[in-house]
């Protein structure tokens, strides 16, 4: 089962707008990660939030990060075209007694120029 | 340059045969990962490996199998076991061994179109 969801599951906004996206998990973590994903691509990493730390910045992303909710937020600001991507949170988990790394359903966003 | 590197980038097979897929990578990171993706959808585990010669069934391992004899090399086997093989793949790798440094180094994919 998918240990991350995210919420909304396709945003649509105007280039210059900020864009905001939600994930949800369900068991305790040690770090939380965003990924990006251009059709047909691989995923690139965006950010990694330690559970100790409650927002993270870089560039023109900002994550926030709620244990108490188990969920997380990425906000893009200034969004661009380029920007264009589906985005995924990540997080860690032991199973078994190794470490694995689980992504949720992903947020499709569309910058219109 | 490092990274990771999977291939074919396109892969076509018949029904009933059995198929492999590459990945190697050149970071030097213990873990390893295969995760399917379908259209539209997130992204789920087949297998994963931590170590040489050791790895786990992952969300949907069955019909797949793996082998990690080298610490640079995780190929998948899609075999005729698997109901509905056709999807993008992504094989991963990350540090691994230290739970608060995963991030994860991904291919550009393999796309298997079972004709």
């Known amino acids: 089962s998918q240990q991350g969801e995210e919420d909304p599951q396709a945003l649509s906004i105007q280039e210059g707008e900020n864009a905001t996206m939600n994930c949800s998990y369900k068991?305790?973590?040690?770090?939380l990660q965003w990924y990006r994903q251009n059709s047909g691509r691989g995923l690139v990493h965006l950010i990694l939030?330690?559970?100790?730390?409650r927002e993270k910045h870089s560039g023109r992303l900002r994550v926030t990060l709620d244990t108490s909710k188990k969920s997380s937020s990425l906000l893009i600001t200034a969004s661009r075209a380029a920007d264009t991507a589906s985005y995924f949170c990540a997080t860690d988990a032991r199973s078994g007694g190794y470490q694995k790394v689980t992504f949720g359903t992903g947020t499709k966003l569309q910058v219109i120029p | 340059d490092g990274g990771i590197t999977q291939s074919p980038k396109y892969l076509f097979r018949k029904e009933g045969q059995n198929v492999t897929l590459s990945c190697e990578q050149n970071l030097n990171h213990d873990a390893m990962y295969w995760y399917r993706q379908d259209p539209g959808q997130g992204l789920r585990l087949i297998y994963y490996s931590q170590i040489v010669n050791d790895f786990q069934k992952g969300d949907i391992a069955e019909g797949y199998s793996v082998s990690r004899e080298k610490k640079e090399s995780f190929p998948l086997t899609v075999t005729s076991a698997q109901k509905n093989p056709t999807a993008f793949y992504l094989c991963?790798?990350?540090?691994?061994?230290?739970?608060?440094?995963?991030?994860?180094?991904f291919g550009q994919g393999t796309r298997l179109t079972v004709v």
């Open positions: 939030i330690r559970s100790n730390e």
């Open positions: 068991t305790s973590i040690n770090n």
């Open positions: 991963a790798s990350s540090i691994g061994i230290d739970i608060a440094n995963t991030e994860a180094f």
